[in-house]
């Protein structure tokens, strides 16, 4: 799996189902090669969403947050991440689709986008054109478990109120009409 440097003290948003069921988890940086264990802060399920902690010995480079509410259908895109253990890897495409659902994800509404996203990407970043995240790349529509030309991000301001609540409480909370189950 894949993540991104969200805060210079160490905290990375990455997809729970990178991390779920790990025993430990390890990040490399990019650049130096260097690894750390990771400390689980919190998931959420329903975004597939997870916050990582690494304590590196310096400030780390953060990436840049865009505003995914801006972004349009047919704006490019970029996606990163280490498919097939391959480190690094950067593809482009544009923007397909604002709003994707899928059946059965309440909270889940996707930008889709024909940059190639493979099983490794999951929680890398999406990128516009000016070098900001506006999604983390979440999840891949496929019959042959690669590429076929639709992937799906989480808009990167769903992502953010998310990381805000586990960072604050270690969890995520929802208010809900109705009965409780």
């Not at 990582?52 to 865009?66: F, N, V």
């Not at 889709?112 to 970043?125: C, F, L």
């Not at 790349?137 to 808009?155: K, V």
Request: overall charge neutral.
């Amino acid at each position: 799996g894949s993540g991104v440097v969200v805060d210079a003290n160490g905290y990375i948003l990455t997809n729970n189902h990178v991390v779920d069921q790990a025993d430990r988890i390890k990040v490399k940086l990019t650049g130096d090669n260097t690894e750390y264990v990771a400390k689980l802060i919190g998931t959420d399920t329903e975004t597939d969403l997870a916050v990582i902690k690494i304590d590196a010995p310096r400030k780390l480079s953060a990436a840049k947050i865009g505003n995914s509410d801006a972004v349009q259908v047919g704006d490019w895109a970029v996606a990163i991440g280490s498919p097939f253990g391959l480190e690094t890897s950067v593809t482009a495409g544009i923007i397909s689709a604002k709003e994707r659902d899928f059946p059965g994800q309440q909270y889940q509404h996707f930008l889709q986008t024909d940059a190639a996203i493979n099983p490794g990407n999951s929680g890398g970043p999406l990128l516009n054109i000016r070098g900001e995240v506006i999604g983390v790349n979440t999840a891949i529509a496929t019959s042959s478990n690669g590429y076929q030309g639709i992937g799906f991000a989480l808009p990167i301001n769903s992502a953010v109120q998310v990381y805000n609540q586990i960072i604050k409480s270690g969890r995520v909370t929802r208010g809900s009409i109705g009965r409780a189950k």
